[in-house]
Protein backbone atom coordinates (compact mmCIF):
# COMPACT_ATOMS: atom_id res chain seq x y z
CA UNK A 1 0.00 0.00 0.00
CA UNK A 2 0.95 3.50 -1.08
CA UNK A 3 1.41 5.92 1.86
CA UNK A 4 0.53 9.96 0.55
CA UNK A 5 3.70 12.19 1.08
CA UNK A 6 4.31 15.48 0.38
CA UNK A 7 2.41 18.44 -0.92
CA UNK A 8 -0.26 15.57 -1.94
CA UNK A 9 -0.94 14.39 1.63
CA UNK A 10 -1.39 17.93 3.10
CA UNK A 11 -4.09 18.44 0.20
CA UNK A 12 -6.03 15.23 0.92
CA UNK A 13 -5.97 16.08 5.19
CA UNK A 14 -7.78 20.06 4.32
CA UNK A 15 -10.29 18.05 1.81
CA UNK A 16 -11.44 15.49 4.30
CA UNK A 17 -13.26 18.52 5.97
CA UNK A 18 -15.01 19.43 3.10
CA UNK A 19 -16.25 16.07 1.77
CA UNK A 20 -17.65 15.07 5.59
CA UNK A 21 -20.25 18.28 5.31
CA UNK A 22 -21.76 16.15 1.97
CA UNK A 23 -22.84 13.12 4.23
CA UNK A 24 -25.66 13.36 6.23
CA UNK A 25 -26.50 11.32 9.36
CA UNK A 26 -30.35 9.62 9.20
CA UNK A 27 -32.49 11.48 12.18
CA UNK A 28 -29.99 14.83 11.93
CA UNK A 29 -31.51 16.91 9.53
CA UNK A 30 -31.38 20.96 9.95
CA UNK A 31 -34.08 23.40 8.76
CA UNK A 32 -30.99 24.43 6.04
CA UNK A 33 -31.03 20.85 4.95
CA UNK A 34 -34.71 20.68 4.60
CA UNK A 35 -34.86 23.74 2.63
CA UNK A 36 -32.00 22.90 0.20
CA UNK A 37 -33.15 22.53 -3.51
CA UNK A 38 -36.81 23.45 -2.51
CA UNK A 39 -39.34 26.33 -3.50
CA UNK A 40 -38.99 29.40 -1.36
CA UNK A 41 -42.19 29.22 1.09
CA UNK A 42 -44.55 32.41 0.82
CA UNK A 43 -45.19 32.79 4.40
CA UNK A 44 -42.47 33.72 6.41
CA UNK A 45 -40.73 31.17 9.13
CA UNK A 46 -41.37 34.09 11.92
CA UNK A 47 -45.24 34.53 11.19
CA UNK A 48 -47.33 34.44 14.57
CA UNK A 49 -50.16 31.83 15.02
CA UNK A 50 -53.76 32.72 13.31
CA UNK A 51 -54.96 33.73 16.78
CA UNK A 52 -51.97 35.76 18.23
CA UNK A 53 -51.36 38.37 15.16
CA UNK A 54 -48.11 40.31 15.43
CA UNK A 55 -48.67 44.02 16.69
CA UNK A 56 -48.09 46.22 13.58
CA UNK A 57 -45.23 48.86 14.52
CA UNK A 58 -45.96 52.41 14.67
CA UNK A 59 -44.75 54.96 11.73
CA UNK A 60 -41.95 57.10 12.96
CA UNK A 61 -42.90 59.78 14.99
CA UNK A 62 -46.66 58.78 15.40
CA UNK A 63 -47.48 57.81 19.21
CA UNK A 64 -49.55 54.50 19.77
CA UNK A 65 -52.86 55.09 19.80
CA UNK A 66 -54.68 55.23 23.13
CA UNK A 67 -57.87 53.21 23.76
CA UNK A 68 -61.18 55.01 23.84
CA UNK A 69 -62.92 54.15 27.07
CA UNK A 70 -67.05 53.55 26.75
CA UNK A 71 -69.07 56.98 26.99
CA UNK A 72 -70.70 56.18 30.91
CA UNK A 73 -74.34 56.44 31.58
CA UNK A 74 -75.20 59.50 33.57
CA UNK A 75 -78.38 58.61 35.59
CA UNK A 76 -79.69 61.87 37.58
CA UNK A 77 -80.32 60.86 41.29
CA UNK A 78 -84.59 61.15 42.37
CA UNK A 79 -86.04 63.90 43.35
CA UNK A 80 -86.46 64.21 46.86
CA UNK A 81 -89.68 66.15 47.93
CA UNK A 82 -89.38 68.55 50.59
CA UNK A 83 -91.77 66.62 52.61
CA UNK A 84 -89.68 63.35 52.54
CA UNK A 85 -86.71 65.41 53.98
CA UNK A 86 -86.38 65.95 58.10
CA UNK A 87 -88.31 69.07 59.46
CA UNK A 88 -86.40 72.45 59.09
CA UNK A 89 -87.00 75.47 57.21
CA UNK A 90 -89.48 75.75 54.44
CA UNK A 91 -87.60 76.69 50.92
CA UNK A 92 -88.04 79.45 49.68
CA UNK A 93 -91.10 78.30 47.14
CA UNK A 94 -93.13 76.44 49.61
CA UNK A 95 -92.63 79.03 52.70
CA UNK A 96 -94.47 81.58 50.11
CA UNK A 97 -97.10 79.02 49.21
CA UNK A 98 -97.70 78.32 53.22
CA UNK A 99 -97.49 81.88 53.83
CA UNK A 100 -100.55 82.55 51.03
CA UNK A 101 -103.18 80.79 53.95
CA UNK A 102 -104.21 83.64 55.45
CA UNK A 103 -107.95 82.56 56.59
CA UNK A 104 -110.74 84.38 57.48
CA UNK A 105 -110.41 88.14 57.95
CA UNK A 106 -110.85 88.93 61.66
CA UNK A 107 -113.71 91.31 62.25
CA UNK A 108 -116.14 92.66 65.52
CA UNK A 109 -118.86 90.74 64.05
CA UNK A 110 -116.98 87.31 63.60
CA UNK A 111 -116.88 86.42 67.09
CA UNK A 112 -118.10 83.57 69.01
CA UNK A 113 -121.57 84.65 70.23
CA UNK A 114 -121.91 82.83 73.11
CA UNK A 115 -119.04 84.54 74.20
CA UNK A 116 -116.90 81.10 75.87
CA UNK A 117 -113.67 81.02 74.97
CA UNK A 118 -111.65 77.09 74.81
CA UNK A 119 -108.26 78.02 76.48
CA UNK A 120 -107.87 74.30 77.33
CA UNK A 121 -109.45 71.29 75.79
CA UNK A 122 -112.01 69.32 77.96
CA UNK A 123 -111.43 65.98 77.07
CA UNK A 124 -108.97 64.00 79.32
CA UNK A 125 -108.14 60.73 77.80
CA UNK A 126 -107.51 61.65 73.85
CA UNK A 127 -104.42 59.42 75.07
CA UNK A 128 -106.59 56.83 73.54
CA UNK A 129 -105.71 58.11 69.87
CA UNK A 130 -102.07 57.49 70.10
CA UNK A 131 -101.77 54.17 68.80
CA UNK A 132 -103.88 54.61 65.56
CA UNK A 133 -102.15 58.43 64.33
CA UNK A 134 -98.48 57.31 65.55
CA UNK A 135 -95.90 58.33 63.01
CA UNK A 136 -98.22 59.09 60.23
CA UNK A 137 -96.78 62.07 58.81
CA UNK A 138 -97.80 64.14 55.99
CA UNK A 139 -100.31 67.43 57.10
CA UNK A 140 -102.03 67.65 60.20
CA UNK A 141 -105.01 69.61 60.77
CA UNK A 142 -107.04 70.87 63.76
CA UNK A 143 -109.54 72.75 65.65
CA UNK A 144 -109.28 73.90 69.19
CA UNK A 145 -106.08 74.65 71.66
CA UNK A 146 -103.07 72.61 73.16
CA UNK A 147 -104.41 69.13 72.46
CA UNK A 148 -103.26 69.44 69.00
CA UNK A 149 -99.40 69.95 70.24
CA UNK A 150 -100.12 66.07 71.64
CA UNK A 151 -101.28 64.53 68.62
CA UNK A 152 -99.18 66.13 66.42
CA UNK A 153 -95.86 65.23 68.37
CA UNK A 154 -97.19 61.52 68.26
CA UNK A 155 -98.33 61.68 64.32
CA UNK A 156 -94.76 63.47 63.29
CA UNK A 157 -96.48 65.62 60.82
CA UNK A 158 -93.83 67.68 58.38
CA UNK A 159 -97.08 70.55 58.14
CA UNK A 160 -99.51 72.15 60.74
CA UNK A 161 -102.60 74.16 60.15
CA UNK A 162 -104.69 74.98 62.92
CA UNK A 163 -107.70 76.47 62.97
CA UNK A 164 -110.50 77.92 65.18
CA UNK A 165 -113.82 80.10 64.77
CA UNK A 166 -112.59 82.06 67.67
CA UNK A 167 -109.58 84.70 67.76
CA UNK A 168 -108.79 84.00 71.42
CA UNK A 169 -108.36 80.32 70.81
CA UNK A 170 -105.65 81.13 68.20
CA UNK A 171 -104.35 84.03 70.43
CA UNK A 172 -103.49 81.06 72.62
CA UNK A 173 -101.83 79.40 70.08
CA UNK A 174 -99.36 82.39 69.92
CA UNK A 175 -98.80 82.25 73.07
CA UNK A 176 -98.02 78.89 73.24
CA UNK A 177 -95.69 78.81 70.41
CA UNK A 178 -93.42 81.89 71.69
CA UNK A 179 -93.05 80.24 74.86
CA UNK A 180 -92.47 76.93 73.05
CA UNK A 181 -89.55 79.14 70.70
CA UNK A 182 -87.90 80.23 73.99
CA UNK A 183 -87.93 77.21 76.35
CA UNK A 184 -85.71 74.10 75.60
CA UNK A 185 -87.41 72.14 78.08
CA UNK A 186 -91.58 71.51 78.75
CA UNK A 187 -90.77 72.51 82.59
CA UNK A 188 -90.08 76.40 81.12
CA UNK A 189 -93.72 76.08 79.54
CA UNK A 190 -95.15 74.80 82.28
CA UNK A 191 -93.56 77.64 84.69
CA UNK A 192 -93.12 80.83 82.51
CA UNK A 193 -97.21 80.43 82.80
CA UNK A 194 -97.14 82.06 85.92
CA UNK A 195 -97.89 85.59 86.81
CA UNK A 196 -94.85 86.92 87.93
CA UNK A 197 -93.69 86.37 84.08
CA UNK A 198 -95.91 88.49 82.28
CA UNK A 199 -93.50 91.77 81.77
CA UNK A 200 -91.30 89.18 80.67
CA UNK A 201 -93.61 87.49 78.00
CA UNK A 202 -94.84 90.94 76.56
CA UNK A 203 -91.30 91.83 75.82
CA UNK A 204 -91.33 88.35 74.09
CA UNK A 205 -94.25 89.15 72.28
CA UNK A 206 -93.62 92.22 70.87
CA UNK A 207 -90.51 91.47 69.65
CA UNK A 208 -91.99 88.37 68.08
CA UNK A 209 -95.45 89.35 66.42
CA UNK A 210 -96.89 92.03 64.99
CA UNK A 211 -98.65 94.51 66.88
CA UNK A 212 -102.04 92.62 66.50
CA UNK A 213 -101.29 89.82 67.80
CA UNK A 214 -98.47 90.59 70.25
CA UNK A 215 -101.65 92.33 72.09
CA UNK A 216 -103.72 89.11 71.43
CA UNK A 217 -100.83 86.90 72.85
CA UNK A 218 -100.16 89.33 75.83
CA UNK A 219 -104.00 89.84 76.72
CA UNK A 220 -104.00 85.67 76.91
CA UNK A 221 -100.78 85.18 79.06
CA UNK A 222 -102.01 87.79 81.49
CA UNK A 223 -105.87 86.51 81.96
CA UNK A 224 -106.06 82.66 81.28
CA UNK A 225 -102.27 82.20 82.03
CA UNK A 226 -102.47 81.07 85.43
CA UNK A 227 -105.49 79.28 84.27
CA UNK A 228 -104.06 76.94 82.29
CA UNK A 229 -101.23 76.04 83.86
CA UNK A 230 -103.69 75.01 86.93
CA UNK A 231 -105.12 72.54 83.27
CA UNK A 232 -101.02 71.80 82.80
CA UNK A 233 -100.42 70.88 86.67
CA UNK A 234 -103.51 68.04 86.55
CA UNK A 235 -102.62 66.63 83.27
CA UNK A 236 -98.95 66.39 84.99
CA UNK A 237 -100.13 64.23 87.69
CA UNK A 238 -102.23 61.81 85.10
CA UNK A 239 -98.93 61.39 83.14
CA UNK A 240 -96.76 60.46 86.21
CA UNK A 241 -99.27 57.61 87.48
CA UNK A 242 -100.17 56.27 83.72
CA UNK A 243 -96.81 56.98 81.34
CA UNK A 244 -99.65 55.89 78.57
CA UNK A 245 -101.39 59.65 79.35
CA UNK A 246 -97.89 61.23 78.27
CA UNK A 247 -98.59 64.64 76.78
CA UNK A 248 -96.64 67.10 75.02
CA UNK A 249 -95.63 68.94 78.50
CA UNK A 250 -95.28 65.93 80.24
CA UNK A 251 -92.69 64.24 77.57
CA UNK A 252 -89.69 65.86 76.52
CA UNK A 253 -89.34 63.51 73.16
CA UNK A 254 -93.13 64.82 72.48
CA UNK A 255 -92.32 68.45 73.41
CA UNK A 256 -89.28 68.70 70.95
CA UNK A 257 -91.32 67.30 67.55
CA UNK A 258 -93.99 70.54 68.32
CA UNK A 259 -90.69 72.48 68.66
CA UNK A 260 -88.80 71.39 65.37
CA UNK A 261 -92.23 72.27 63.66
CA UNK A 262 -92.84 75.64 65.36
CA UNK A 263 -89.03 76.89 64.94
CA UNK A 264 -88.80 75.51 61.03
CA UNK A 265 -92.63 77.44 60.89
CA UNK A 266 -94.62 75.16 59.78
CA UNK A 267 -97.47 75.80 61.84
CA UNK A 268 -100.03 78.30 60.23
CA UNK A 269 -102.90 79.48 62.54
CA UNK A 270 -106.20 80.50 60.65
CA UNK A 271 -109.43 82.10 61.40
CA UNK A 272 -112.56 79.99 59.96
CA UNK A 273 -115.78 78.48 60.83
CA UNK A 274 -116.17 75.07 59.50
CA UNK A 275 -119.76 75.42 58.80
CA UNK A 276 -118.95 78.11 56.17
CA UNK A 277 -116.38 76.22 54.47
CA UNK A 278 -114.51 79.19 53.43
CA UNK A 279 -111.04 78.48 55.55
CA UNK A 280 -111.25 74.94 55.04
CA UNK A 281 -111.29 75.22 51.40
CA UNK A 282 -108.33 77.44 51.47
CA UNK A 283 -106.86 75.24 53.43
CA UNK A 284 -107.25 72.58 50.73
CA UNK A 285 -106.21 74.83 47.91
CA UNK A 286 -102.97 76.13 49.60
CA UNK A 287 -102.24 71.78 50.57
CA UNK A 288 -102.55 70.85 47.23
CA UNK A 289 -100.13 73.41 45.65
CA UNK A 290 -97.72 72.10 48.39
CA UNK A 291 -98.03 68.82 46.77
CA UNK A 292 -98.89 67.53 50.69
CA UNK A 293 -101.23 65.19 51.68
CA UNK A 294 -103.29 65.54 55.06
CA UNK A 295 -102.80 62.38 57.17
CA UNK A 296 -104.52 63.44 60.69
CA UNK A 297 -107.09 65.64 61.31
CA UNK A 298 -108.96 66.61 64.40
CA UNK A 299 -112.27 67.77 64.98
CA UNK A 300 -112.87 68.00 68.64
CA UNK A 301 -117.13 67.42 68.92
CA UNK A 302 -116.94 70.65 67.17
CA UNK A 303 -119.27 68.92 64.63
CA UNK A 304 -122.32 67.57 66.79
CA UNK A 305 -123.60 70.99 67.28
CA UNK A 306 -124.77 71.28 63.36
CA UNK A 307 -125.79 68.93 61.07
CA UNK A 308 -123.49 68.80 57.54
CA UNK A 309 -124.77 71.59 55.00
CA UNK A 310 -123.40 71.56 51.65
CA UNK A 311 -120.52 74.49 51.71
CA UNK A 312 -119.36 72.22 55.08
CA UNK A 313 -119.52 69.18 52.87
CA UNK A 314 -117.94 71.16 49.93
CA UNK A 315 -114.65 71.95 51.84
CA UNK A 316 -114.14 68.67 52.64
CA UNK A 317 -114.50 66.94 49.65
CA UNK A 318 -111.96 69.90 48.38
CA UNK A 319 -109.27 68.43 51.03
CA UNK A 320 -106.36 66.60 49.90
CA UNK A 321 -106.40 63.52 52.44
CA UNK A 322 -103.82 60.62 51.97
CA UNK A 323 -104.83 57.15 51.38
CA UNK A 324 -104.70 56.19 54.66
CA UNK A 325 -105.67 59.65 56.88
CA UNK A 326 -107.06 59.54 60.52
CA UNK A 327 -110.07 61.57 61.72
CA UNK A 328 -110.26 62.15 65.08
CA UNK A 329 -113.58 63.37 66.90
CA UNK A 330 -115.37 63.16 70.02
CA UNK A 331 -118.91 63.29 70.94
CA UNK A 332 -121.05 63.79 74.10
CA UNK A 333 -123.04 60.94 74.62
CA UNK A 334 -124.69 58.46 77.85
CA UNK A 335 -122.64 57.94 80.74
CA UNK A 336 -122.35 54.12 80.26
CA UNK A 337 -120.43 55.26 76.50
CA UNK A 338 -118.27 57.92 77.76
CA UNK A 339 -114.77 58.24 80.05
CA UNK A 340 -114.10 61.43 82.20
CA UNK A 341 -116.01 64.57 81.00
CA UNK A 342 -118.83 62.82 79.20
CA UNK A 343 -116.85 61.93 76.06
CA UNK A 344 -116.62 59.31 73.81
CA UNK A 345 -113.98 58.94 71.15
CA UNK A 346 -113.98 58.03 68.11
CA UNK A 347 -111.97 57.50 64.94
CA UNK A 348 -112.66 57.11 61.14
CA UNK A 349 -110.80 57.16 57.96
CA UNK A 350 -110.99 60.14 56.03
CA UNK A 351 -112.18 57.41 52.93
CA UNK A 352 -115.04 56.38 55.09
CA UNK A 353 -116.01 60.00 56.13
CA UNK A 354 -116.28 61.18 52.14
CA UNK A 355 -118.92 58.20 51.57
CA UNK A 356 -120.92 60.15 54.05
CA UNK A 357 -119.96 63.71 52.57
CA UNK A 358 -121.26 62.85 49.23
CA UNK A 359 -124.52 61.80 50.66
CA UNK A 360 -127.66 63.75 50.41
CA UNK A 361 -130.39 62.10 51.67
CA UNK A 362 -131.51 63.46 54.91
CA UNK A 363 -129.44 65.79 58.06
CA UNK A 364 -126.51 63.70 59.15
CA UNK A 365 -123.70 64.66 61.96
CA UNK A 366 -120.78 63.14 63.98
CA UNK A 367 -123.31 62.53 66.41
CA UNK A 368 -125.90 60.70 64.63
CA UNK A 369 -123.17 58.64 62.92
CA UNK A 370 -121.88 57.61 65.55
CA UNK A 371 -125.01 56.86 67.89
CA UNK A 372 -125.84 54.28 65.21
CA UNK A 373 -123.02 52.77 63.24
CA UNK A 374 -120.26 53.02 65.91
CA UNK A 375 -117.99 49.85 65.77
CA UNK A 376 -116.25 49.59 69.67
CA UNK A 377 -112.49 49.29 69.86
CA UNK A 378 -110.77 47.04 71.83
CA UNK A 379 -113.98 45.90 73.54
CA UNK A 380 -114.01 49.68 75.19
CA UNK A 381 -117.37 51.19 75.61
CA UNK A 382 -116.06 54.89 75.13
CA UNK A 383 -114.13 54.21 71.93
CA UNK A 384 -114.99 53.42 68.57
CA UNK A 385 -114.50 53.25 65.00
CA UNK A 386 -116.64 55.24 62.88
CA UNK A 387 -117.65 53.57 59.01
CA UNK A 388 -118.12 55.01 56.16
CA UNK A 389 -122.07 55.12 54.66
CA UNK A 390 -124.15 51.85 54.99
CA UNK A 391 -124.81 49.51 51.95
CA UNK A 392 -128.85 50.30 52.40
CA UNK A 393 -127.89 54.11 52.52
CA UNK A 394 -125.69 53.48 49.18
CA UNK A 395 -128.65 51.84 47.54
Known sequence: MKTLSGPLMVFSILLLPVLGCNKKEPGRVSKTDANMGSTPQTKPATEAPPDKKPMQAASVGEKPRAKVPAPKTV???????????????????????????????????????????????????????????????????????????SFIAVAKPKLVVLMDYDIQVLATHKMYMLLTKKATTPDQVYEWLRRKYRAQFAKWAKAEYSPFWAKWAISIHKGAGEFVRKH??????????????????????????????????????????????????????????LGIKIQVQYFSNAEEFWFYGKPFKKSIL??????????????????????????????????????????????????????????????????????????DAKK
Do not use: C
Not at 272 to 282: A, P
Not at 333 to 361: C, N, P, V
Not at 366 to 377: E, G
Open 75 to 149: TEPPKVSVWDQPVGPLPPKEKAIFASLKGHPYTVEFKRVDNQHYYKGNETRYDLWYKYIKDKGGAYVGVGPDQNY
Open 232 to 289: HRWRLKAAKKDPKRHYWLSSKKLFDVWKRLVEAGRVATVLGDLRVGKTMTEIGDVLKK
Open 318 to 391: NLPYGKDAELLRSVVMEKKYTIGFKFHYTIQKASAFLEWMRFDGGKVNSKSITKLHRQPLEGLKYLSRLPGLPD
